[in-house]
């Protein structure tokens, strides 16, 4: 019993000394943003397009088919109610303020951060950071922060390609396969989805 106690003692332990760490680096991160995006701007830009360029593909391929099947699932539920013209608003609302950012998140971590993991774990394997300590270059600003701010700048971008190209799913799905009108589709969806709507996605992603 004494020795279960102590192992959950040390485990939170461990886990609060790792969590201050994170917190630390986190603000370290912060701290270096601003003089980072003044000073070498041009590596940020080339980081935003490691992140989410790269991304873009598998981003918009995802983004297709989850539009389809949110048209396919909402178009069977309205369908119920004679309320086929408002298959377009659920589409959109569910990509805008929920899995646009959240499908999003998932690929970029799934693509961009596997890539930025394995690249700066690859640096410390053979001592590049201890060369750049060694040489009075901080590896947090030159390497990280770039790195994080790219990923920053480029979340958003990518939940938007998301959003749109989930939306042209979802027509394709709605109007060209259900047959509903065109006009009261895209109609609905201007007149039901408020630019909150947008801004909420995009504070999420």
Partial sequence: MHRT??????S?????RTFGAFQLFFLRLLRHSPSMLTSRFGVVVGQ????????????????????????LQAYSNMSRFNAEDWTGVAAALA????????????????????????EIGLMKATDQLSAMEMMAVNPVRRVVVPRFLGGVI??????AVFSAVGL??????????FQVDVGSFWQQIQLMVEPADV????YKS
């Avoid at 939170?12 to 609060?16: N, R």
């Avoid at 805008?96 to 394995?118: D, Q």
């Avoid at 042209?168 to 396969?177: D, I, K, N, P, Q």
Wanted: hydrophobic share 60%.
């Fill in 154 to 159: 480029a979340m958003p971008l990518l939940a």
């Fill in 168 to 177: 042209f799913g979802a027509h394709l799905v709605g109007v060209e396969l």
């Fill in 5 to 10: 106690a102590q192992d959950i003692y040390d």
């Fill in 12 to 16: 939170f332990v461990e886990f609060a």
């Fill in 48 to 71: 935003v397009y490691n992140a989410g360029a790269l991304s873009l593909v598998i981003v918009m391929v995802c983004g297709l088919f989850v539009g389809a099947v949110l048209a």
């Fill in 95 to 118: 990509l805008l303020k929920e899995l646009g950012p959240v499908m999003t998140a998932i690929l970029f971590a799934g693509r961009a951060g596997t890539a930025l993991t394995s």
């Fill in 199 to 202: 801004r909420e996605g995009i």
